[in-house]
Each structure stands twice: as structure tokens, then as C-alpha cells.
């Protein structure tokens, strides 16, 4: 059984508390969504024990949100991630890097460009050329004979 919560902000982290309370008591993952400028959505799947029962939270942030590290201590590596992925600032987590890289920016968020794509040139046509034909395909079972 799943089912989806959506909560303010300001209750991220009452809300994770009520739910750990409930039975929740499994940290499966984090993630964020970037929705343009400094707008996010934050996505938190938690279980019971027993897997028997999922939920997922989430809610709207720009740039930041509490950290859940004291409800959910396995949710460090998650918070990592979605800090160096997306450039989200999780308050009250000195947020390491989740992989050691030289790479700058933040490649899951939309306005990211990677910089090899726009470089390469594509390599096929974009239009195909005006005498290329292509040969219409017969249904599965029709033989080429039976055609007028």
C-alpha cells in the first residue's frame, strides 16, 4: 500500500517525526525535482519495517529545507546527493560531496547544459534529404506478391 503526502515546508520535519512515530521507520530514498530558478519539489519515500506500507512526501522548497538527519540518520548519503546533483541547501547538515569530483555545477537541474553536447555537432541529418525514399513496410503476414 502506497500513498503520497504533500506538506508545507515549515512541517517537513514535524511531519517526518509523525511519521517515524506512525512506523515509519525506514529511510528508502530522496530525491528532488527542479521545477526552474530556485524552485524545487523534495521527494521522501519512507516504509514500515516490514515494507508492508510506503509513503511518499513531498513538498515545495526554494533553495533550502531542514535536514532530516536526526529523524532519518540513513539519509545522509540521500542528502549528499540531491546537494551536489542539484544545488539544494539542506539547513543544518554540513553537506559533503556524495562522490569526489572536479566537476562544476549541478548536471540534474534544468537550466544545466552539459558542455560536450552543445560542442559535438550532431551526428545525423536533422531533415532527411528531399529524394531519399523510404520504403513503406507491409503489415506482419502480408507478402510483397499480394501488393497491386
Not at 517526518?16 to 530556485?38: F, I, M, P, Q
Not at 546527493?81 to 569526489?100: C, I, K, P, S
Request: proline fraction near 5%.
Amino acid at each position: 500500500m502506497k500513498e503520497n503526502i504533500r506538506v508545507d515546508c515549515a512541517t517537513w520535519v514535524t511531519n517526518s517525526k509523525d511519521l517515524k512515530a506512525a512506523g515509519y521507520v525506514r529511510c528508502e530514498w530522496l530525491t528532488a525535482t527542479h521545477n526552474g530558478g530556485a524552485n524545487f519539489d523534495i521527494t521522501l519515500c519512507v516504509s514500515t519495517e516490514d515494507l508492508s506500507k510506503k509513503t511518499l512526501v513531498s513538498t515545495a522548497i526554494t533553495q533550502s529545507i531542514e535536514t532530516l538527519i536526526e529523524v532519518y540518520p540513513s539519509i545522509t548519503f540521500h542528502e549528499c546527493e540531491v546537494a551536489q546533483m542539484f544545488g539544494v541547501v539542506f539547513l543544518g547538515h554540513e553537506t559533503q560531496n556524495a562522490f569526489e569530483t572536479n566537476f562544476e555545477g549541478f548536471p540534474l537541474r534544468r537550466d544545466f547544459a552539459l558542455e560536450t553536447r552543445v560542442q559535438t555537432p550532431w551526428p545525423g541529418a536533422v531533415e532527411p534529404e528531399v529524394s531519399a525514399r523510404r520504403r513503406t513496410s507491409l503489415p506482419p503476414g502480408v507478402f510483397e506478391s499480394w501488393q497491386s
